[in-house]
């Protein structure tokens, strides 16, 4: 279902750039006093398992594996062409959802918000958007019912096999069914073709790169403590292509996900952003800098924005989200100086992208962040270019 605007509100602008030597259209915010009327239902879902949850038991019975993909496997980095993301609209993050809209169908005429969304709130999600000046014919409602807005964790990870775009499913790493069966509500809407990765994982804990270079932390051993590294290992090459290594995680009295986009964010073939702590927060440093040294010693531009812990929070700039010409970006209130840093290096590192800042600082108390709202759909014409 496609919806037509109305009128943009007044909003901030944050930049232009050129794409194909022409003016780009501008990436828009809704006015604050919009987002300031939107309220969320209580009791949202954090990202990490809620202690009620962790006395049910998380999930460990994998899905019963599909037949990998045969032939030509390639999984897109996030830095490449993408048709759009997805979002999940159930009235958590409704402010920083609409911003993202908003920004998204307003600074970027090629992509698609698909948006997951109960037939109860159907109606109030039309409203806010085209209220908030989003560009609705650039949205498309998927009439679902999801749990939680943390999409990233598990909704359809991408492959393009053979010149068409096909899903890898996994079990989601938290006791949300509605949440765990997205993939599937996808893949009935457009006809993809789905295979059933048998891990029990949280799709954050991954990044990878065009040259099929793929990390995620330890945490994934864990939570399929049947297999050991290797196994693992061979399921990414087989089902999506990839080199697979397994870095160390970030404490989980630091990082109660221990996903790897908390710090970690590819933007490009031989550039990456990692969160940097101070030396008095001794294994987040550690287990950064070590990082930062290998993937620097491998050829790679290292960038850094600042990574803390503040009032049982771990805040990062590093979990961001990069589309076609946009990067949403972080900002934290209270923070002026480190938000400054973060924006300036973005745009060093990303200087054809506008940098469109969001209030990200109700979100950080729920263990997450932008990146893990969404997932890209990767445009269905990229062709891996390293092939042959």
Request: proline content about 7%.
């Given at each position: 279902?496609l919806?037509?605007?109305y ?6 602008v ?7 030597g ?14 300031a009327t939107l ?7 954090p ?14 019975v ?13 999984t ?11 979002l999940?609209?159930?009235n958590?993050?409704t402010?920083l ?11 970027d005429?090629n992509?698609t918000?698909?948006?997951?969304v ?8 039309q ?5 908030a000046?989003?560009v609705m014919s650039?949205?498309k409602?998927?009439?679902t019912?999801?749990d939680?807005?943390?999409m ?7 492959i393009?096999?053979n010149?068409k775009?096909a899903i890898v ?5 938290r ?6 069966r997205?993939?599937e509500?996808w893949?009935?809407?457009?006809g993809e073709?789905?295979?059933?990765l ?6 954050g804990?991954?990044h990878?790169?065009a040259?099929?270079?793929a ?6 051993l864990g939570?399929?403590s049947n297999l050991?590294?290797?196994?693992i290992r061979?399921l990414?090459t ?9 870095r160390?995680?970030?404490p ?9 986009d908390?710090?970690m964010l590819?933007?490009?073939d031989?550039?990456v ?5 101070d030396v ?7 287990v ?5 040294s ?8 290292i960038?850094r924005t ?12 590093a979990?961001?989200?990069l ?7 972080c900002q934290?209130?209270?923070q002026p100086?480190r938000n400054?840093?973060?924006l ?5 590192a990303?200087p054809d992208?506008q940098?469109v800042?969001?209030d ?10 932008l990146?893990c709202?969404?997932m890209h759909?990767?445009?269905v014409?990229?062709r ?5």
């Amino acid at each position: 279902m496609l919806q037509r605007t109305y009128a943009l509100t007044a909003a901030l602008v944050i930049g232009l750039m050129a794409v194909n030597g022409s003016a780009a259209q501008t990436a828009r915010l809704p006015d604050p006093a919009f987002l300031a009327t939107l309220k969320d239902e209580p009791n949202r879902l954090p990202k990490n398992a809620t202690p009620a949850e962790l006395a049910l038991g998380l999930p460990r019975v994998p899905l019963m594996p599909t037949v990998a993909p045969l032939g030509s496997i390639f999984t897109p980095p996030e830095y490449a062409p993408n048709e759009g993301l997805i979002l999940s609209w159930v009235n958590q993050q409704t402010a920083l959802l609409t911003s993202m809209v908003t920004a998204i169908t307003t600074g970027d005429p090629n992509s698609t918000v698909f948006i997951a969304v109960s037939g109860t709130r159907l109606s109030s999600a039309q409203t806010t958007l085209t209220q908030a000046g989003a560009v609705m014919s650039r949205v498309k409602f998927i009439v679902t019912t999801t749990d939680t807005v943390w999409m990233r964790d598990y909704g359809p990870r991408f492959i393009i096999n053979n010149g068409k775009r096909a899903i890898v499913d996994h079990t989601y790493n938290r006791p949300r069914p509605n949440d765990d069966r997205f993939p599937e509500a996808w893949q009935a809407l457009t006809g993809e073709a789905r295979f059933a990765l048998p891990l029990v994982h949280g799709g954050g804990n991954f990044h990878l790169f065009a040259n099929r270079e793929a990390y995620m932390t330890s945490l994934v051993l864990g939570e399929n403590s049947n297999l050991g590294a290797r196994q693992i290992r061979d399921l990414y090459t087989s089902y999506q292509g990839q080199l697979l290594e397994i870095r160390d995680p970030l404490p989980a009295s630091f990082d109660s996900t221990q996903h790897i986009d908390m710090w970690m964010l590819p933007v490009a073939d031989n550039k990456v952003i990692i969160s940097e702590y101070d030396v008095s927060l001794t294994v987040p440093h550690q287990v950064s800098e070590a990082a930062a040294s290998d993937l620097a010693a491998r050829g790679y531009q290292i960038f850094r924005t600042p990574g803390w812990r503040s009032n049982g929070s771990h805040y990062t700039y590093a979990n961001a989200v990069l589309l076609n010409r946009l990067a949403l970006v972080c900002q934290f209130n209270g923070q002026p100086a480190r938000n400054a840093q973060a924006l300036a290096t973005f745009q060093s590192a990303l200087p054809d992208k506008q940098i469109v800042p969001l209030d990200c600082t109700s979100i950080i108390t729920q263990a997450g962040s932008l990146h893990c709202i969404v997932m890209h759909v990767p445009d269905v014409l990229f062709r891996d270019n390293l092939e042959g």
